[in-house]
Every structure is written in structure tokens, then in C-alpha cells.
């Protein structure tokens, strides 16, 4: 993590790391996100269950456990523009949660709003954000890697600057729905990040954040979610058909352990997947 990310992240809460992937790497990743998209409800591989259930294929909606599907979605989870991150903020003990691929297509109407919202609210831990001897400690947080671009004006992801060091509760009313009764009026005190296919968004859950109604009817927004927490926090919840599929290396980043335990994969500064 260079001093400069180290700064941005510790001020507004999130950074943003554009041109990660690109190329061969890149094209991989957006067709095998294209296959899932597209497989037949009844050729779904074992464990790729869909939100909403049943999902038609090509549909809006989350695509659980996308990272799985291919190996070139598997290997940004330990991606080199991000792995100086999650060990730093874990203190080098990381686990990795989840990695569900959203698709996101233009709906007239909200079906599922994502309002402001952040892990202060309504989690059952303790979710920290501190700094210690220079280093950042983050119990919580999210990696979204983009498969398309989001273009000024499209919509999609909102985060309100520096809100993860929050003492206050958020007003209710802040940012609600407006005159069209889905998009809040536009106001400075969030910003819309627009990131392009091969960037990370990587966010503290303590960040406020929110999503505005996609725009475009001619493009969909799609991007992995990958959440990480320390070893020694919480259980994981991954489907053992899931885990079955993974490189050994992810495996262990999947892992909880005890506080004292080091996973071997942390011992790499660049993480390198068995095939
Ligand atoms: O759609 C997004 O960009 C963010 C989604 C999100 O914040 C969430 O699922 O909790
Ligand atoms: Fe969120």
C-alpha cells in the first residue's frame, strides 16, 4: 500500500485503483462473467445460486459466489493492485467472505433499492476503523471489481467522503428519494464513483454508502463483490461445492483461523494461484 493510498483511504474512507487489470486478464474475466450470465438455469454448476431464485439467465440480479466460476474471477481476489491492502488493513491475518457478481440492468422502477447505508447500522459485531504506528486496521471491507464502465451520469455506486469515521447517527431523511421517488436530488456531499471495466473500488463497510437507478437501457453494470474480514472474525459461510472448486491457495485465504495462526499465503508480497 504506497503512502499516498494510505492517506486517501484513512481521509475519504474508500479508494479508488483504476486500470488494475487489462488486456488478456481483463477479457478473460468479462467472458467468463458473460458464461455464467448466460448458462441455462438447468447447467449451472452445483452451488451457483442466484438472487432473485431462479434467475433467468442474462437477468438483473446477483449471480452468488461469481468469483468461483472461472479462475480468472477467482484470481482477483488476491489481486496485486488490492493484496498490499487486505493484509494490510487485517494486520496480515485475512479471511475472505464472499464474491457475488452483480448485474445491474436500467429498471423504471427501483425493485430492491440499495439506500445509503454502512455497517454501523444493524451489524451484530463491532465494526472497527483505526490507525496504528502508521498502519491502517480495518475489520470490514469490501473489493468491487468492475466488469463494464460506469460513466458520469449512468448512476451506481454513491459513497459519502470520510463518513467512516462517523460519530454521528445518519438523519433519516438524508438523501431520500426525490420527485421521481428513486433518485435522491443531486448533492455534493456524495460522490458518484465511476469506475471503467478493470478498476477496484475498495471500500471500509463504515463508509455510507448507496447506489443510484442505473440510466443506460443499452448497458448493464456488472461487477464482483468481494468482502474480506480478519481470520479470527465470524465463520465461514462459503457452500462446501464452492470451496471445492478453489485454488488451495484461496482456500486458505477462506479459512478462519485463530488470531495467532499465519496463513501461509500471507508470507507472499504477490500471491500466485496453483492452475
Ligand atoms: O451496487 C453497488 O455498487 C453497491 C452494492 C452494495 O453496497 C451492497 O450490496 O451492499
Ligand atoms: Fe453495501
Known amino acids: 500500500m504506497t503512502p499516498e493510498q494510505r492517506y486517501l483511504f484513512d481521509v475519504t474512507g474508500y479508494l479508488h485503483i483504476e486500470g488494475a487489470v487489462k488486456g488478456n486478464a481483463l477479457k478473460e474475466a468479462q467472458e467468463a462473467v458473460d458464461r455464467y450470465i448466460h448458462t441455462p438455469l438447468d447447467e449451472r ?22 468469483f468461483a466460476f472461472d479462475r480468472s474471477l477467482e484470481a482477483m481476489t488476491v489481486h496485486p493492485a488490492i493484496w498490499p491492502l487486505i493484509k494490510e488493513f487485517t494486520y496480515d491475518k485475512p479471511r475472505f467472505v464472499t464474491g457475488t457478481l452483480t448485474l445491474e440492468q436500467h429498471h423504471p422502477v427501483r425493485q430492491h433499492p440499495v439506500g445509503l447505508h454502512c455497517a454501523r447500522e444493524g451489524r451484530h459485531w463491532l465494526t472497527r476503523y483505526e490507525v496504528q504506528n502508521s498502519q491502517i486496521y480495518c475489520n470490514d471491507f469490501v473489493a468491487f471489481f468492475y466488469l463494464t464502465d460506469v460513466r ?21 431523511d438524508l438523501l431520500t428519494p426525490g420527485p421521481d421517488g428513486i433518485n435522491p436530488e443531486p448533492d455534493d456531499v456524495f460522490t458518484n464513483i465511476t469506475p471503467k471495466a478493470g478498476d477496484f473500488v475498495v471500500i471500509s463497510e463504515l463508509l455510507t454508502h448507496g447506489v443510484l437507478q442505473w440510466k443506460p437501457k443499452d448497458r448493464d453494470r ?12 465470524g465463520q465461514p459461510s462459503l457452500p462446501e461445492t464452492i470451496i471445492n472448486r478453489l485454488t488451495p491457495e484461496v482456500q486458505e485465504l477462506v479459512e478462519a483461523a485463530s488470531y495467532g495462526h499465519t496463513k501461509e499465503i500471507v508470507k507472499q508480497d504477490v500471491v500466485k494461484l496453483s492452475v
Do not use: N
Open 45 to 66: 454448476p452445483e452451488g451457483f445460486t442466484t438472487r432473485p431464485r431462479e434467475l433467468e439467465p442474462g437477468k438483473g440480479g446477483r449471480y452468488e459466489h461469481g
Open 152 to 172: 458520469p451520469g449512468d448512476g451506481g455506486l454513491i459513497v459519502i467522503p470520510g463518513s467512516h469515521k462517523s460519530k454521528f447517527e445518519r438523519p433519516e
Open 222 to 233: 456488472r461487477f464482483l463483490i468481494l468482502r474480506y474480514r480478519p481470520q479470527y472474525e
